[in-house]
């Protein structure tokens, strides 16, 4: 555990298109903290020692003329290789934990919404972990919605991730999400409860 004393770190995470994102608007609508590891990877992913090292590590062909990284490609094969996804991983973590640090030591009460938390080794930081999981043919149905790509497309993605039972298994709190909006909603409010951060 990290040394932050007085600080309640909840460890967001869960499957793609279980409802994350609606858990973490709730938390921050009521006074949390959020840190959105996703939004600090795009951060990293523009910056040039980053780059650098993924043009070195991995492929050049991945960061454009421009100098920016081409997310797409980038996409294609770290989701069809498991080997250059881990190597991408191994690279792009460290950034992500040195800046997460940075922020959490700005804040009181943080949510940390972070899809790959294990996989970053992030939840040695939290004080608990919470958990958002559905029906894997629900999460198809919505990513390819969101996303605006195919349900075999989604279902890839899903594939590579860990499943429900590994999230149960290694959380405080987990919500099941094949309901509606509302229901979730009321949820995270409940696990807000339990942990006094209202």
Same mark, same amino acid.
């Given at each position: ?106 804040? =009181?009460?943080? !949510?940390? /919404? ?5 996989? &970053? +080794? ?5 004080? @608990?972990? %919470? ?10 149905? =919505?990513?390819? !919605?969101? /996303? ?5 497309? &989604? +279902? ?5 991730? @860990?499943? %429900? ?22 949820? &995270? ?10």
């Amino acid at each position: 555990m990290l040394d932050l004393p007085n600080i309640t770190i909840v460890g967001l995470t869960g499957m793609s298109g279980a409802g994350k994102s609606t858990v973490s608007r709730v938390f921050g609508e009521r006074g949390c903290d959020i840190i959105d590891c996703d939004v600090i990877c795009r951060e990293i992913a523009a910056r040039e020692d980053f780059l650098a090292e993924v043009s070195e590590k991995i492929s050049p062909q991945l960061v454009t003329s421009e100098g920016v990284l081409d997310r797409r490609l980038t996409a294609r094969l770290i989701f069809g290789n498991e080997q250059k996804r881990e190597l991408y991983n191994r690279i792009i973590y460290p950034y992500v934990t040195y800046e997460v640090i940075g922020r959490i030591r700005q804040a =009181r009460r943080v !949510l940390l /919404d972070a899809p790959t938390l294990f996989e &970053a +080794r992030l939840e040695g930081i939290c004080t @608990h972990i %919470a958990a958002v999981v559905a029906d894997i043919e629900v999460c198809v149905k =919505r990513i390819a !919605l969101r /996303d605006n790509i195919p349900e075999e497309a &989604a +279902r890839a993605r899903l594939s590579v991730q @860990h499943s %429900a039972d590994f999230f149960r298994r290694n959380s405080d709190f987990f919500i099941e999400n094949n309901g509606s909006e509302e229901q979730l909603i009321e949820s &995270a409010i409940k696990i807000m409860e339990q942990l006094e951060m209202q």
